[in-house]
C-alpha cells in the first residue's frame, strides 16, 4: 500500500451561519489524479481554498508526508509545493505572462533586484515545457481561458509543485483545449506529483482519475479507486439518490413562429446566418467553441451589431440596437460566462434575480416587495440554487449556485423568447436534470428556446431540431428524428 501524500481529516469551516465543511477528509497520492465531485455547494472549492491558506479552517488538520503542516497563508501553501487553478481565475490580467508566473518568486540578482531577463527566460523554458510558446511579455488580459490556465501550470512550475489543484478546469475549454489539458495532466502525473481534480463532467473523471473522493454536504462521503466504481455509483453517492440521466422531453406541438434571423453578418465573427424557432421548440444550436454561435446570439440581443441582417419577432420586423429593446420585444439571453457578465456579486440573490424585472413588479408605482420575493423564491427553489436564503450576497455562493442565479434572473422577465448560452454548465448532476425539466415546460407553456450548447447529449436529448454552426456559418440543420450523434459531429466539424 502507498502512503498518502497528503492527508485532510476533520476539516470544518463555518461561514456566518453557513456550514460550509462539517467533516472534509481526503487523502492525495503522489502520482496519481484524484477526482473530488459533489453537488453544487458541497464544499469542494472551500476544502480547495483550506489547501491553499486562503482560508483558515476552523478546526481540522492537514499531514504531509505524515507531518503536521499548517497551512495559513498562500506564502505557505506555495512553500509546501501546494498550488491551484481556481474555479474563478486568481490571476493578474493587467501583468504580463512572466510576471504572473513568478509573482511570488521573482528571480533576484545579487543587489536583489529583479532580474528580469532571467524572468523572462524561465518563464519562456516552462511555457516551452508545456509546449506553450507564448511571449513572456504579453499581458495576460490578452490570453484566452485555457492559455490562462498554462501560465497557472507554470506558475506550479515554477514552484515544483507537489500538489497541483485543478478547480472545475475545463469548464470553458473547447474540446480540443480539455485534450491539450488532459495531456499535461498526464505528465505531471508521470512527474509524481499528486492531482486534484474537481469536475461536473463524468467522462472526464472516469477516464482521467486514478481516484475519487465524494464530497455530499461538507463532508467526505465516499472515496476509492476509479476502477472500482462506475458512474452510477458515484452519482448516487453525491446525491444521495440515483438520477435520472434521461433528458424530459415532453412532446409539443410547435405554433406559430417566434423568431427570425434573416442573413446576420458581422465583419469578423459570422457570415450570413439565418434561422428561425417556433413557439412550443427548443431550437439546439451546436457547434465547436469559436463556431461564432455565443456571437450570433449577443447579436440578437443587441449586446453587438450585426452588419447586414434583420430580425422578425412574431411576424414583426423589430430593430434592436441594445439589451433593452431586445427585452422589450420579449427576448432575453443568458450567457455562457455568467460570473462576468451575468450576475452582480456584490448584491444579493434577490436583487439579483429581480433586477431586469422591477417594472413587473411596480402596479400603480407602488413596489410589491411581497411579490418580488415570492417571485424570486419560487425561481431559486426550481432551479435547486443552495443558499441560506436570499439575502445572502451572490458573491458567497459556490460556483454553480451562482450560474443558476442568473438563469433565475433572466427567466423573472418571463421572456417569450429564451436565449440559454450552455444552460447547464458548471451546474451538478442533480441540478441539470432540475433545469432540464424546467426548460421542457416552458417550452410547453409556449415559450420558444434556443440553447447554445457543446454537449451533445444534451442538445440531442432536448432539441425538437438541432443547427450545426462551423466557422461563422450555419452548416446544416436536422430534425430531431435526423439528428443523429455521428451526422451532428460531422457536420461541426467538416472543413
Ligand atoms: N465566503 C463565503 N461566505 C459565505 N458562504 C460561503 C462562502 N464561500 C462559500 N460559502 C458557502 O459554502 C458552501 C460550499 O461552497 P463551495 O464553493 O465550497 O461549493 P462547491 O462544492 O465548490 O460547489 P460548485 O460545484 O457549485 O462550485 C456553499 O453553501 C457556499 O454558499
Ligand atoms: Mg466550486
Given amino acids: 500500500m502507498t502512503e498518502p501524500l497528503i492527508q485532510l481529516s476533520g476539516v470544518t469551516k463555518a461561514f456566518a451561519g453557513v456550514r460550509a465543511l462539517v467533516d472534509g477528509a481526503l487523502d492525495l497520492y503522489g502520482g496519481e489524479v ?181 464530497f455530499r454536504d461538507g463532508a467526505a462521503v465516499g472515496a476509492g479507486r476509479i476502477a472500482d466504481t462506475n458512474t452510477e455509483e458515484l452519482i448516487r453517492l453525491m446525491v444521495g439518490r440515483s438520477v435520472d440521466q434521461i433528458f424530459p422531453k415532453i412532446e409539443v406541438t410547435p405554433g406559430a413562429e417566434a423568431l427570425r434571423v434573416e442573413g446576420f453578418s458581422h465583419p469578423t465573427e459570422f457570415d450570413d446566418v439565418s434561422f428561425s424557432v417556433r413557439r412550443g421548440e427548443i431550437l439546439g444550436v451546436y457547434g465547436l467553441v469559436g463556431a461564432g454561435r455565443s456571437e450570433v446570439m449577443k447579436a440578437v440581443f443587441g449586446i453587438t451589431k450585426p452588419s447586414a441582417g434583420r430580425l422578425v419577432v412574431e411576424g414583426q420586423p423589430v430593430r434592436i440596437e441594445r439589451p433593452a429593446d431586445a427585452i422589450a420585444a420579449g427576448i432575453v439571453y443568458v450567457p455562457e460566462d455568467r460570473q462576468h457578465q451575468g450576475a452582480v456579486l456584490k448584491q444579493s440573490i434577490l436583487d439579483n434575480i429581480s433586477l431586469p424585472s422591477l417594472d413587473r413588479f411596480s402596479v400603480a408605482g407602488f413596489f410589491n416587495r411581497t411579490r418580488e420575493r415570492a417571485v424570486a423564491d419560487a425561481l431559486a427553489k426550481r432551479l435547486q440554487v443552495r443558499m441560506s436564503g436570499l439575502d445572502q450576497l451572490v458573491e458567497n455562493l459556490s460556483g454553480g449556485n451562482q450560474q443558476k442565479v442568473v438563469i433565475a434572473k433572466w427567466l423573472a422577465t418571463e421572456p417569450r423568447i429564451l436565449i440559454l448560452d450552455e444552460p447547464t454548465k458548471g451546474i451538478d448532476v442533480g441540478s441539470k436534470a432540475a433545469v432540464h425539466r424546467f426548460m421542457a415546460e416552458l417550452v410547453a407553456q409556449g415559450l420558444a428556446v434556443i440553447m447554445v450548447s457543446s454537449e451533445l447529449p444534451e442538445v440531442l436529448g432536448m432539441a425538437d431540431r438541432v443547427l450545426v454552426m462551423a466557422r461563422g456559418r450555419v452548416r446544416r440543420t436536422f430534425t430531431r428524428a435526423e439528428a443523429t450523434p455521428e451526422a451532428v459531429v460531422r457536420a461541426a466539424t467538416d472543413a
Avoid at 481554498?49 to 495559513?72: F, N, R
Avoid at 478547480?167 to 480540443?176: K, M
Fill in 34 to 214: 484524484t477526482a473530488l465531485i459533489g453537488e453544487n455547494g458541497a464544499g469542494k472549492s472551500t476544502l480547495v481554498k483550506v489547501l491553499t491558506g486562503i482560508h483558515a479552517p476552523d478546526t481540522g488538520s492537514i499531514l504531509i508526508a505524515g507531518k503536521p503542516v499548517s497551512v495559513t497563508s498562500a506564502a505557505d501553501a506555495e512553500r509546501l509545493g501546494i498550488t491551484a487553478i481556481h474555479q474563478e481565475a486568481v490571476v493578474f490580467d493587467d501583468l504580463s505572462i512572466a510576471e504572473n508566473i513568478f509573482v511570488s518568486n521573482r528571480p533576484r540578482g545579487r543587489f536583489g533586484t529583479v532580474d528580469w531577463a532571467k524572468m523572462r527566460s524561465e518563464a519562456r523554458r516552462l511555457l516551452h515545457e508545456l509546449e506553450a510558446d507564448l511571449d513572456p511579455d504579453l499581458p495576460l488580459k490578452s490570453l484566452s481561458i485555457a492559455q490562462k490556465h498554462l501560465v497557472q501550470i507554470a506558475r506550479a512550475l515554477s514552484h515544483d509543485a507537489r500538489l497541483v489543484i485543478m478547480d472545475e478546469p475545463t469548464a470553458a475549454l473547447s474540446h480540443r483545449e480539455a485534450e491539450d489539458l488532459f495531456r499535461i495532466v498526464e505528465r505531471l502525473k508521470g512527474e509524481g506529483r499528486a492531482i486534484l481534480f474537481i469536475s461536473h463532467k463524468f467522462e472526464e473523471v472516469m477516464r482521467i482519475a486514478d481516484r475519487y473522493a465524494v
